[in-house]
Nanobody
Framework: QVQLVESGGGLVQAGGSLRLTCAASGRYVSMYAMGWFRQAPGKEREFVAYISWNGGSTAYADSVNGRFTISRDNAKSTVYLQMNSLKPEDTAVYYC???????????????WGQGTQVTVFS
C-alpha cells in the first residue's frame, strides 16, 4: 500500500512559478514510478509528467514540455513538479500517482493522492 499527499498548490499570476510536492509513504515506495496528472472543471484527467523509479527517465505532455520539470528524491520519498511560465490554461487540480511500470494513462496507475488546486490568473 502506498499513500500519496500533494502540497504546494495555490493562486499565481500568469508567468509565475509554483513547485508541487508529493510526499509518498508505504512499502517499497521508492520502487514505484510516479506521474503527475491534472483535471480542470468539466474535463478529463490528463497526463502532465512522468518519472521512473530511479529518476533516469522522464516524460512530459506537449502542453507543459519546456515549462515543467519533474524530479524525485528517493531518500525523502518525495516527488516534485516545478512549474514555470504558468498560463491560465494550467489551472486545474493536480494529482500525483504511483505505478509499477510506465504509462501516460491514468487508469494504469495504482495509487493516487487527494490533489492540490493550482489557479493561474491573467
Amino acid at each position: 500500500q502506498v499513500q500519496l499527499v500533494e502540497s504546494g498548490g495555490g493562486l499565481v499570476q500568469a508567468g509565475g512559478s509554483l513547485r508541487l510536492t508529493c510526499a509518498a509513504s508505504g512499502r517499497y515506495v521508492s520502487m514505484y514510478a510516479m506521474g503527475w496528472f491534472r483535471q480542470a472543471p468539466g474535463k478529463e484527467r490528463e497526463f502532465v509528467a512522468y518519472i521512473s523509479w530511479n529518476g533516469g527517465s522522464t516524460a512530459y505532455a506537449d502542453s507543459v514540455n519546456g515549462r515543467f520539470t519533474i524530479s524525485r528524491d528517493n531518500a525523502k520519498s518525495t516527488v516534485y513538479l516545478q512549474m514555470n511560465s504558468l498560463k491560465p490554461e494550467d489551472t486545474a487540480v493536480y494529482y500525483c500517482a504511483a505505478i509499477r511500470g510506465s504509462s501516460r494513462a491514468p487508469s494504469q496507475y495504482d495509487y493516487w493522492g487527494q490533489g492540490t488546486q493550482v489557479t493561474v490568473f491573467s
